[in-house]
């Protein structure tokens, strides 16, 4: 029963640090605790799974000072299985991370732009975002961008181009790097992407 009280009370403390001193890695947790539940070995389940209430504390870490909680909130949004879809208010959240430099944020707002999601299909606005966070490490932007190049979509094919791109997204993705987010995200605009 004391690991109930420790886990419910560290609960507790990350929701009063969110809400009263807007500590955005509070809410994100708080958020994270209640997106999934949480259910002890003994089988108790202090925190039960609620998503609203996890939507609304990843939107509040994402619009203060918590970016990379941007790209939950705009998943649930997009996704809808717990609540209702909204992809323009999921793209303005992803925008938000992107603005504050979340890598993973550009790389799903990029996607947004490829796949026409919440906002008009764009591969002019959607290049930028995924060279910034190909030159960030991140390697899901290095292979979408390959995949442009493979395919032609929104710049010439070129294949020296895929290939260059290709082998970053290799290196990058067995790299640790400090720009790189917690949140997965996978598109589908072609044979190999991710």
């Keep these: 029963s004391s690991g109930i009280n420790a886990e419910y009370g560290g609960f507790e403390q990350y929701k009063k640090n969110c809400y009263e001193f807007e500590s ?18 003994d089988g108790s389940v202090p ?5 609203p209430a996890a939507a609304e504390l990843f939107a509040r870490a994402c619009t203060t000072t918590n970016p990379r909680s941007c790209v939950p909130i705009a998943r649930l949004l997009q996704f809808g ?51 910034q966070g190909c030159l960030r490490g991140h390697h899901r932007s290095c292979h979408n961008l390959g995949v442009l190049y493979y395919h032609g979509e929104g710049v010439d094919k070129d294949l020296n181009k895929f290939k260059l791109y290709n082998e970053k997204a290799q290196i990058f993705r ?17 044979p190999t992407a991710h």
Excluded: R
């Design 47 to 51: 925190i039960e799974k609620d998503v």
């Design 81 to 131: 299985k717990f609540m209702e879809k909204d992809y323009k208010k999921a793209f303005e959240f992803l925008s938000i991370g992107c603005h504050k430099q979340n890598t993973e944020s550009c790389f799903a707002k990029a996607n947004c732009y490829l796949q026409g999601t919440g906002v008009e299909q764009d591969y002019s606005k959607a290049i930028p975002l995924l060279e």
């Design 174 to 190: 067995f790299q640790k790097n400090p720009f790189k987010g917690n949140e997965e995200q996978h598109i589908s605009s072609g």
């Design 24 to 41: 955005g890695a509070s809410c994100h947790d708080a958020g994270h605790m209640l997106l999934q539940g949480v259910k002890l070995k």
